[in-house]
Each structure stands twice: as structure tokens, then as C-alpha cells.
T-cell receptor, first 111, second 114 residues
Framework: KQEVTQIPAALSVPEGENLVLNCSFT??????LQWFRQDPGKGLTSLLL?????REQTSGRLNASLDKSSGRSTLYIAASQPGDSATYLC??????????FGAGTTVTVRA | EPEVTQTPSHQVTQMGQEVILRCVPI?????FYWYRQILGQKVEFLVS????????KSEIFDDQFSVERPDGSNFTLKIRSTKLEDSAMYFC????????????FGNGTRLTVT
């Protein structure tokens, strides 16, 4: 059974600092990995999708890397802003139909 | 940008009652999903739906749950006889194709069973 772990569970940084969020998974047989943002009481906003054949994906200040063989992904957020405060979830896709989620990292960016 | 919409945003029901949660997926998407998140826990998969039938379901999705696509735009989750432990945030999601496309989630329905 696929297990997804996100460390740390919470992170507080001053504005302007770069964020590094980690995700690990136990089974490297995945199709892809998706990073989401979740604001309190809200839905999940898709940030980046990395296919298993890719090493990284970038969107604006966000960069996600994937090392499938070691079961790891890292989400980098450059020059953090207070608006980046949220919970960030990673999810792996081990088969056609379902995502397996981590518990998330809750980020607070202090102004 | 197209989005997945869910109604209602919050539903309160009594134990044993039936509830229907509604979703309008993104219009050109072919795969539909329900996930749920119990407070303080991980988001967990319930069911996927493609080509008018269930393609996969989790062990949570027992006989008390059912899904339907009653017309070309809506996708519903029915819980036949709610239990206290069904209290959670229920998320609908859709994707354009199967495995290679990202999932897009709605804002969720918070279900409270009293």
C-alpha cells in the first residue's frame, strides 16, 4: 500500500525567504505526482503536476522536483509572501484512478 | 478559468437520513471522482467514475454510498443512511483524461451528521 509522508508538518518563515517542502512515498511505481494548495475550509487548488518521466516542473515562483527511484519530491517556493500561507499537499498516482495524499505541510509566512 | 462547482457548501443532517451531494465537473472532462477529508486527517479517495460507470472504489465506499451522473453536467454522491462518522468535507474532482491529466477539485461540501 502506497504511503505518502510530508515533512515538516508545519513551517513558519519570514517574508522573502525561500520555502522547501518535502514529500516522500513508499512505492516508486507511480504515474505522476501532483502538488496542491489548500486554504482553511476550502478546496484543493492544483499547483503542479509532474509525470513519472519528468524530473521537474516550474510555474512562476514554484518549482517541483521528482526523484521517482528514491520516492521523493520537493516543492520550492521562491521569495515567499504572506499570501503563500496555506497547507500544501502532495499526492501520488499509483494507478489510473486514484490519488494517495500526504497529510500536508502548513506554511505560515510572516510579514 | 473553468472550475468544479459543488453544492451545498455546508449540509447538516440527522443520523440515518439520506443526503445527496452535488457537483458540476468541468465541462470537457471525462473522469469524475469523490474524495473526503475527515477533520485533521488526510484526503482519502472514495470513488472514480468514467463512461457512466464506477471504475474504482475504496473500501470506504460501501453499499451506503452511490454515485450517479443523472444528466450531461451533474455528478452526485448519495449517502443512503448517514452515520456520525460520515461527517467530513467531501470533495468532487474531475480530470480531462485518465492518468496523465491533473485532477481539479471543487471547494467541497462540509457534511455534519448529528
Amino acid at each position: 500500500k502506497q504511503e505518502v509522508t510530508q515533512i515538516p508538518a508545519a513551517l513558519s518563515v519570514p517574508e522573502g525567504e525561500n520555502l522547501v517542502l518535502n514529500c516522500s512515498f513508499t512505492d516508486s511505481a507511480i504515474y505522476n505526482l501532483q502538488w496542491f494548495r489548500q486554504d482553511p475550509g476550502k478546496g484543493l487548488t492544483s499547483l503542479l503536476l509532474i509525470q513519472s518521466s519528468q524530473r521537474e516542473q516550474t510555474s512562476g515562483r514554484l518549482n517541483a522536483s521528482l526523484d521517482k527511484s528514491s520516492g521523493r519530491s520537493t516543492l520550492y517556493i521562491a521569495a515567499s509572501q504572506p499570501g503563500d500561507s496555506a497547507t500544501y499537499l502532495c499526492a501520488v498516482r499509483p494507478n489510473d484512478y486514484k490519488l494517495s495524499f500526504g497529510a500536508g505541510t502548513t506554511v505560515t509566512v510572516r510579514a | 478559468e473553468p472550475e468544479v462547482t459543488q453544492t451545498p457548501s455546508h449540509q447538516v443532517t440527522q443520523m440515518g437520513q439520506e443526503v445527496i451531494l452535488r457537483c458540476v465537473p468541468i465541462s470537457n472532462h471525462l473522469y469524475f471522482y469523490w474524495y473526503r477529508q475527515i477533520l485533521g486527517q488526510k484526503v482519502e479517495f472514495l470513488v472514480s467514475f468514467y463512461n457512466n460507470e464506477i471504475s474504482e472504489k475504496s473500501e470506504i465506499f460501501d453499499d451506503q454510498f452511490s454515485v450517479e451522473r443523472p444528466d450531461g453536467s451533474n455528478f452526485t454522491l448519495k449517502i443512503r443512511s448517514t452515520k456520525l462518522e460520515d461527517s467530513a468535507m467531501y470533495f468532487c474532482a474531475s480530470s480531462r483524461t485518465g492518468v496523465w491529466s491533473p485532477l481539479h477539485f471543487g471547494n467541497g461540501t462540509r457534511l455534519t451528521v448529528t
